[in-house]
């Protein structure tokens, strides 16, 4: 963590400290941008660090560096100002790993499909608004659409048709005990995924894939008859359900139905219309609060019991809503009302302290901030201030290979990481990985030396078993 500059003088404090707030018009594009700026600036000043091991300070994990970075292609997208640009390419090398695959060595105990998941849904982001790549990131091949490609690839190959009739289980280590649960987060991601590489590149493989795990969600009731979201379900016949019902969940699904409305035709398209309906109606139902229209994380909010990881979901609901929105356009207005709203109150809470501006995790508390400060209330608030932007400019496009998107295909990726069998995992092949060495400041990849995780992987899995087991 480091301290802004903006508080190292006592005069300073003394100012910030009478009632600072954000101001936010938004009906004026110039008012949405200095907003943004504002939260964009307290996240990155005290939560991100691009060129550190996790990119996020140590009581947040890995995934969430992922789930910033897409927040810093939006805030691009959405307000043109590209002054954290640098750091997001710093990053997402960092996190693209010496696999090229989003499984980076450093990580390579703690990575669940889910966290792997949500970094790829940053890289298709980048791919459909078309965020500038470097010349070093094509050299090595990390390019963002063909690591969304290789990451597909690579999650669709952990398909699992041996317990529950199919999916995508929570974690990709054997030891874990979360490899025995099948979780909406880890399979809504893939779909999500599946579905906007089918949007993007017309690829009807990608909407096999998408249709195949939307399907499964709906046969397990992870998507219930009605379209309330569970939160996941245990092997091996995932009859147990954890009912927990979470934003995130609801967001990924709503955008992956949005994706195959639009890539689909016909009885097809009316099919996804449908089940986009449905869950669009259930996330207001369930979570936009009646009196106020706040949208709330029922699960922990009004009890106080949201932890890190869960502060920040309401970000990924609005920035999928978002997506939404612009993809499957008859929801345009009902999405940007809720948007919108959530803006103001949002905002209306960004009194805070540190610095007088940071934002807190309840919204429908009235102009004042409830005491929550931490890189998910930033987050959320970032995401839904600036996803008003194509309210009131034009912005927020989302392109395809065809009308501009450029980022370099490559449909057969399977990224570096080679799966080898361990001594340590009697269950499966996944784990144990040899990473080919690269260099993430050119094409220097002379030597292509080894680099084997076989003793850090025994040990981690020698941990976990005596931790977890
Ligand atoms: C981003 O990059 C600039 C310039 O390299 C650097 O000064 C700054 O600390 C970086 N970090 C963040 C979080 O913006
Ligand atoms: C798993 O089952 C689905 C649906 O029954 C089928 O389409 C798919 O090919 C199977 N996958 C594997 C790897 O067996
Ligand atoms: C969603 O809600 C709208 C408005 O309340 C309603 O007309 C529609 O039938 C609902 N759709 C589904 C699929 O539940
Ligand atoms: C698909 O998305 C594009 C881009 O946002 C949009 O212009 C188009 O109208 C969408 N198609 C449908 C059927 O809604
Ligand atoms: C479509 O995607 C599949 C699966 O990744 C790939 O095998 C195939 O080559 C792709 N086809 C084209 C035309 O890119």
């Given at each position: 963590?480091?301290?802004?500059?903006?508080?190292?003088?006592?005069?300073?404090?003394?100012?910030?400290?009478?009632?600072?707030?954000?101001e936010?018009?938004?009906?004026?594009?110039?008012?949405i941008?200095?907003?943004?700026?504002?939260?964009?600036?307290?996240?990155?000043?005290?939560?991100?660090?691009?060129?550190?091991?996790?990119?996020?300070?140590?009581?947040?994990?890995?995934?969430?560096?992922?789930?910033?970075?897409?927040?810093?292609?939006?805030?691009?997208?959405?307000?043109?100002?590209?002054?954290?640009?640098?750091?997001?390419?710093?990053?997402?090398?960092?996190?693209?790993?010496?696999?090229?695959?989003?499984?980076?060595?450093?990580?390579?105990?703690?990575?669940?499909?889910?966290?792997?998941?949500?970094?790829?849904?940053?890289?298709?982001?980048?791919?459909e608004?078309v965020?500038?790549?470097?010349?070093?990131?094509?050299?090595?091949?990390?390019?963002?659409?063909?690591?969304?490609?290789?990451?597909?690839?690579?999650?669709?190959?952990?398909w699992?048709?041996?317990?529950?009739?199919?999916?995508?289980?929570?974690?990709?280590?054997?030891?874990?005990?979360?490899?025995?649960?099948?979780?909406?987060?880890?399979?809504?991601?893939?779909?999500?995924?599946?579905?906007?590489?089918?949007?993007?590149t017309?690829?009807?493989?990608?909407?096999?894939?998408?249709?195949?795990?939307y399907?499964?969600?709906?046969?397990?009731?992870?998507?219930?008859d009605?379209?309330?979201i569970?939160?996941?379900?245990?092997?091996?016949?995932?009859?147990?359900?954890?009912?927990?019902?979470?934003?995130?969940?609801?967001?990924?699904?709503?955008?992956?139905?949005?994706?195959?409305?639009?890539?689909?035709?016909?009885?097809?398209?009316?099919?996804w219309?449908?089940?986009?309906?449905?869950?669009?109606?259930?996330?207001?139902?369930?979570?936009?609060?009646?009196?106020?229209?706040?949208?709330?994380?029922?699960q922990?909010?009004?009890?106080?019991?949201?932890?890190?990881?869960?502060?920040?979901?309401?970000?990924?609901?609005?920035?999928?809503?978002?997506?939404?929105?612009?993809?499957?356009?008859?929801t345009?207005?009902?999405?940007?009302?809720?948007?919108?709203?959530?803006?103001?109150?949002?905002?209306?809470?960004?009194?805070?302290?540190?610095?007088?501006?940071?934002?807190?995790?309840?919204?429908?508390?009235?102009?004042?901030?409830?005491?929550?400060?931490?890189?998910?209330?930033?987050?959320?608030?970032?995401?839904?201030?600036?996803?008003?932007a194509?309210?009131?400019?034009?912005?927020?496009?989302?392109f395809?290979?065809?009308?501009?998107?450029?980022?370099?295909?490559?449909?057969?990726?399977?990224g570096?990481?080679?799966?080898?069998?361990?001594?340590?995992?009697?269950?499966?092949?996944?784990?144990?990985?040899?990473?080919?060495?690269?260099?993430?400041?050119g094409a220097?990849?002379?030597?292509?030396?080894?680099?084997?995780?076989?003793?850090?992987?025994?040990?981690?899995?020698?941990?976990?078993?005596?931790?977890?087991?």
């Amino acid at each position: 963590m480091r301290l802004s500059n903006s508080y190292l003088s006592i005069p300073a404090v003394l100012l910030l400290q009478t009632a600072r707030a954000i101001e936010l018009d938004i009906n004026s594009y110039s008012s949405i941008k200095t907003a943004a700026a504002q939260v964009a600036k307290d996240l990155a000043d005290e939560f991100w660090d691009p060129r550190s091991y996790s990119g996020v300070p140590s009581t947040y994990f890995w995934w969430q560096h992922g789930a910033l970075l897409g927040a810093y292609v939006d805030y691009w997208a959405m307000t043109g100002d590209d002054t954290y640009n640098d750091n997001v390419t710093v990053g997402w090398l960092k996190g693209v790993g010496p696999g090229l695959d989003l499984l980076p060595q450093e990580h390579s105990f703690d990575i669940g499909n889910d966290d792997q998941g949500f970094w790829s849904i940053m890289s298709m982001d980048a791919v459909e608004r078309v965020f500038p790549e470097t010349e070093a990131q094509k050299q090595i091949g990390a390019g963002f659409l063909e690591i969304t490609q290789t990451v597909h690839n690579t999650q669709a190959d952990r398909w699992d048709n041996e317990t529950c009739g199919g999916g995508l289980r929570w974690q990709i280590v054997t030891v874990k005990n979360g490899y025995n649960y099948k979780n909406t987060i880890s399979n809504g991601l893939y779909f999500q995924q599946s579905a906007r590489l089918a949007r993007y590149t017309g690829n009807k493989t990608y909407a096999e894939a998408a249709e195949m795990s939307y399907e499964w969600m709906r046969k397990t009731k992870l998507i219930q008859d009605d379209f309330w979201i569970n939160d996941g379900a245990d092997i091996p016949d995932c009859k147990a359900i954890t009912s927990k019902r979470w934003t995130y969940n609801y967001g990924t699904i709503l955008a992956g139905c949005a994706a195959m409305y639009n890539f689909t035709e016909g009885s097809k398209r009316a099919y996804w219309k449908e089940q986009l309906d449905g869950v669009l109606n259930s996330t207001y139902a369930t979570f936009v609060d009646r009196d106020t229209g706040a949208i709330k994380e029922i699960q922990c909010q009004e009890t106080d019991t949201c932890n890190a990881d869960q502060r920040s979901f309401k970000a990924y609901l609005i920035r999928w809503m978002g997506y939404t929105a612009q993809v499957a356009p008859y929801t345009y207005s009902s999405i940007m009302q809720t948007i919108r709203k959530n803006a103001e109150l949002a905002a209306a809470t960004c009194t805070g302290q540190p610095g007088g501006t940071a934002c807190g995790l309840k919204w429908n508390v009235g102009p004042q901030w409830d005491g929550k400060h931490g890189l998910g209330e930033q987050i959320s608030a970032m995401e839904v201030i600036q996803n008003t932007a194509p309210s009131v400019a034009p912005v927020g496009y989302l392109f395809n290979k065809d009308n501009g998107g450029k980022s370099k295909s490559n449909p057969g990726g399977q990224g570096g990481t080679k799966r080898v069998k361990s001594p340590f995992d009697t269950k499966s092949t996944y784990y144990r990985y040899v990473l080919p060495n690269y260099n993430i400041t050119g094409a220097d990849r002379a030597g292509a030396a080894i680099i084997t995780l076989l003793v850090i992987a025994g040990l981690g899995g020698i941990m976990a078993f005596v931790t977890t087991g």
